[in-house]
């Protein structure tokens, strides 16, 4: 690439800046639009769980799609000292989800040099990241 080729970084940062507040001015008109479908999707949704219900069916074929129901249930503490110490007496690992929490990853590695998990990996890449002038 020659010098003739590179775009100056300060016309870079104005077409990114502006490319930015055009998505942000589309994202803030369609949000209301959106809002809307998304009232009427669940007043539907509502609809048809109480048909399913009344038939005591869990799935119901129309000429327009298949209407499937299901149960899912989540389970969630709000006490995570005891969970925690509730998984360790009962060697119960399995009931955690299999994610290492990245910041407390970092905070652990910074304050242990040298001390790493086995089979720990990491990826990085730069991002970039483009603020208004002041």
């Given at each position: 690439m020659t010098t003739e080729e590179v775009v100056p970084m300060d016309t870079l940062a104005r077409v990114y800046l502006k490319m930015?507040?055009?998505?942000?001015?589309?994202?803030?008109?369609?949000?209301?639009?959106?809002?809307?479908?998304?009232?009427?999707?669940?007043?539907?949704?509502?609809?048809?769980?109480?048909?399913?219900?009344?038939?005591?069916?869990?799935?119901?074929?129309t000429d327009n799609g298949t209407v499937m129901m299901k149960l899912t249930t989540r389970y969630v503490t709000h006490d995570w000292d005891s969970f925690k110490q509730f998984v360790f007496e009962h060697k119960a690992l399995e009931l955690m989800e299999r994610r290492i929490a990245q910041r407390n990853m970092a905070l652990f590695l910074s304050d242990n040099p040298g001390l790493v998990p086995p089979g720990l990996n990491s990826e990085s890449e730069y991002e970039i990241s483009v603020r208004k002038p002041t």
């Open positions: 930015r507040n055009k998505i942000s001015i589309l994202t803030q008109a369609y949000e209301a639009e959106v809002a809307v479908l998304k009232e009427q999707q669940t007043a539907i949704t509502n609809a048809m769980r109480e048909q399913m219900k009344a038939l005591g069916s869990k799935s119901v074929k």
